[in-house]
């Protein structure tokens, strides 16, 4: 839509969505009058099914329109992280960069020029840390992070024992199903695909039993589980290897499908039978360790292994933990041991969940060039032996560590200057005053957002972008699909804001990089679609698909993961070395480590409840991902009406402690304090306590953060497979 047609004073119905991690991908009507967003509806189609917004979408207006939306390019004129700002033009602020990253460049060599990122923005096209990646690269190169702070653990788990991550069906397919469990899973809040809870809801009006198995009694087992079975966190695994002992015991499991398509299951079972270690792993064993009653185990192993097809749906954030791959990778054993996998109704499980469609237009950006600084280096694809060992990145939770360690503390480079792009690293990765205190030694920072976050506070130079209201995008679908998304512009940039392409443009030009951007963002999003074997073929008439915002892909059938190497494992091999789904990896064997066994095991690990710091900090805590926002973004009224931001705490554990429901208290650890309302409830189990992340990060001048950011607790570690453990935390309460 062109600014002209904007102004005339009708209003105009622009289709398109938002770029948010959110876990959905919906489809919205933005009504546009006189080149202001004055309402946001959601899809009005009837058929195959309404991919219905969230609240936060719903919201969307108050975001773009927020009073501290960024607009002018920023020059810190106050302490690091103080928040004193003064406006300069575009053209002082990018020479400034521009004369920074020479003279580190000069000084220090181009390691020391370090780029980070966030799922701030999922648009294929001006997806900011690619463009920028691009620049730095012509630039000579620069360092950056490897793994992703969302799914690592999974994305391992799933590459050992299958050789891809394309694990899910699509989501009408749970119509099929006889028994769903939710493990570790809130899709009502986390969303998990747009039409995930519809499905699941179709599912249970039909009959199907659902179970959630959380230490919370979260609102996807209010609203949809039959049984809820709560248990301690970081135990998971241990009540898995448990159900694989009942039914081997008794004789429940799938032997045929098991000879037919995996290796390794005679070694898990050495394990678990107690014949590798003299341990054997029954319910009893469980029980102890994850305060799960034996016989309830003993009961869901039954129902699980009889009840065909089940899909058992194990998410993420059980994987967000120091032993997190284990967990899916003893998902995935029982998916195999009950012959679930590549078949209607049931689920091959790890964790991710998505389909291998609708999937096409990542957050891809502008097409890169190497880093020279990475040159001759492993790539980050590579085997999984490769995931663990990137000598020349950092791990995504180790960056502030790596700032202020550098090369003397084994990480590749000492950092000098750094880039952050669609990411609120401070706020959302673990040890948050361990990061203000690497951003506070940095020698140069720069930051380019929509919103003066934490993060934002320390940059010397802070860059305004633009929203995704105020440029044309593709999207894809958070994993259910199966469709894809235009996002088009509805408004003109708020105030000088600029897209991070633009400005990755402006700055290739300051430094002469004259073939930088070959093409207009027309030309760009056009050839994503045509050249793209699926979409090309999918999408037959562009205009039309950016007219409608969406192109739904028609299915004769639900997606099944798998189906081909389960109906036809001669011409369909599993991806992995052996073709064969594989319960014994012997890549992982080759890594030699305990910490990453070959076949799935439950290993205790620091900060649970073996650990003697538990004297000191008798509470585990989660910090699961909110209702009413974005991580870190989508501050918005309306949606902070909908739920304060509060800890929850079950009596047995407020009661001791003087704390009653609404009560200020403190949280804490050697970590960090945090301030916090109470909200007493029996939706959580005793010993644990839950914060949601992305609160933004206030401390005082004792140092105890009044906004509630729970990355002051959490720690800065991650797990052999690469899971950031951000749900292994010990913790203290008491009354503030
Ligand atoms: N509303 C909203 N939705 C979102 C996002 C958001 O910010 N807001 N972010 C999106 C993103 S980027 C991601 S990666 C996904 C993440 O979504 P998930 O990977 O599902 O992660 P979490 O939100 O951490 O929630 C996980 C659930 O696991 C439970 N849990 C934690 N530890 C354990 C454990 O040890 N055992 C068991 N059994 N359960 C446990 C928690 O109580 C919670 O109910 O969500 C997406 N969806
Ligand atoms: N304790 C704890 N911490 C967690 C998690 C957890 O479960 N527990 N979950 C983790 C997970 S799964 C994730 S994915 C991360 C998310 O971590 P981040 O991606 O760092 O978090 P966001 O709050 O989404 O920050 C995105 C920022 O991008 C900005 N932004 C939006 N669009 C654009 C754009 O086009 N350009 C630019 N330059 N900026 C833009 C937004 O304003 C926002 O400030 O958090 C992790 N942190
Ligand atoms: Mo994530």
Known sequence: ???????????????????????????????????????????????????????????????????????????????????????????????????????????????????????????????????????????????????????????????????????????????????????????????????????????????????????????????????????????????????????????????????????????????????????????????AITGVPASTIEQLAREYATTKPAALMDCQGPARSAMGEQYNRCAMTLTAMTGNIGRHGGNAAGGLMGIPIGHMFRSSGIPGIRNPVEAGGPSVRGTLDLRLRLVQRVHINKIFDAILEGKAGGYPADIKLAWCIAGNPLNQLGNSNKAARALEGLEFFIVSELFMNPTARFADIVLPVTSAAERNDLTRPWPSGPYYTFVNKAIEPLGECKSDLEIACELAEKLGFSDFNPLSEEEWLKAFVEQNPETGEQIKDYDKFRREGIHRVKLAEPIVAFKEEIESPENHPFATPSGKIEIFSQRAADIDNPLCPPIPKYVSTWEDRNDPLIEKYPLQLLSPHPKNRVHSHLNVAWLREIEPHRAWINPVDAEPRGIKDGDEIYVFNDRGKLAITAWVTERIIPGVICIFEGAWYNPDKEGIDRGGCVNVLTNDAYSEGGASALNTVLVQVSKA
């Not at 047609?5 to 489809?27: H, Y």
């Not at 060599?109 to 012509?138: D, W």
């Not at 570790?184 to 959630?212: C, F, Q």
Request: with cysteine.
């Open 1 to 287: 839509m062109s600014s002209e047609e904007m102004t005339s004073g009708e209003t105009k119905i622009v289709r398109t969505t938002t770029a948010f991690d959110c876990g959905g991908r919906c489809p919205l009507r933005l009504h546009v009058k006189d080149g202001r967003i004055i309402r946001v509806e959601g899809d009005d189609a009837q058929e195959p099914e309404q991919l219905r917004a969230c609240l936060r979408c719903r919201a969307y207006r108050q975001e773009v329109y927020h009073p501290d939306r960024l607009k002018y390019p920023l020059k810190r004129i106050g302490a690091k992280g103080e928040g004193k700002f003064e406006r300069i033009s575009w053209d002082e602020a990018l020479e400034t960069i521009v004369g920074e990253l020479k003279r580190v460049k000069d000084t220090y060599g181009n390691p020391s020029i370090f780029l980070m990122g966030g799922g701030g923005y999922l648009g294929a096209l001006h997806s900011g840390i690619r463009a920028a990646a691009k620049l730095l690269s012509m630039f000579g190169g620069y360092t950056t992070s490897y793994g992703n702070v969302s799914s690592e653990g999974s994305v391992w788990a799933v590459m050992a024992q299958y050789g891809s991550v394309m694990v899910g069906h699509s989501r009408e397919d749970f119509l099929n199903s006889k028994l769903i469990i939710m493990w570790g899973w809130d899709p009502a809040r986390m969303i998990s695909g747009t039409n995930t809870t519809y499905h699941l809801i179709r599912a249970k009006e039909a009959g199907v039993r659902i179970i959630s198995i959380d230490p919370r009694y979260h609102d996807s087992a209010a609203i949809m589980a039959d049984q809820w079975i709560p248990i301690r966190p970081g135990t998971d695994t241990a009540m898995m290897v448990s159900m694989a002992y009942v039914m081997i015991k008794e004789g429940l499991h799938d032997q045929e499908f098991l000879d037919k398509y995996t290796v390794g299951f005679d070694k898990f079972r050495d394990y678990v039978l107690g014949i590798e270690d003299g341990v054997e792993k029954t319910p009893a064993w469980a029980e």
